[in-house]
């Protein structure tokens, strides 16, 4: 079941964990991008809204840090396995947090078709499909 923050919640990732809203695929009539209902299933979409600062390693096992860069940065649309990450419901809308390396890969539409293929998912969108059972207790109201 997913954490149910009070809307006005601040996040702050740490480490090298991301803040990810997720989308919810729209119904795309025509065009060029087909994606198999597997597929579908299994890979969740999200755009990151707060990374964390990096991961920090001793690399001389003295007591030298340094921080790892993070390699997606905050508005990045990404996409990544349905299993992973914490799922938190803000509101009516969905989130995850997870690291870094749980990511796949970053996901980039032109501009002008975005809005085609992904909206931002809210609690009205899970009936029917890979989100219901990626919160199969429900999302609280």
Avoid: W
């Amino acid at each position: 079941m997913p954490a149910h923050v009070p809307v006005g919640t601040t996040i702050e990732p740490q480490e090298d964990n991301v803040f990810i809203q997720l989308y919810m695929m729209t119904e795309h009539q025509g065009g060029n991008i087909i994606i198999p209902d597997v597929a579908q299933e299994e890979i969740f979409f999200g755009r990151i809204v707060r990374q964390g600062p990096g991961k920090m390693i001793d690399l001389d096992k003295a007591g030298n840090v340094l921080r790892l860069p993070m390699i997606y940065c905050d508005g990045d649309d990404v996409m990544f396995a349905r299993y992973r990450g914490e799922r938190i419901c803000i509101g009516k809308h969905l989130f995850a947090v997870m690291r870094q390396d749980d990511i796949l890969s970053k996901a980039t539409l032109p501009p002008n078709q975005k809005d085609m293929f992904f909206k931002f998912a809210t609690e009205g969108d899970t009936k029917g499909t890979a989100f219901e059972n990626a919160f199969p207790a429900g999302i609280p109201a």
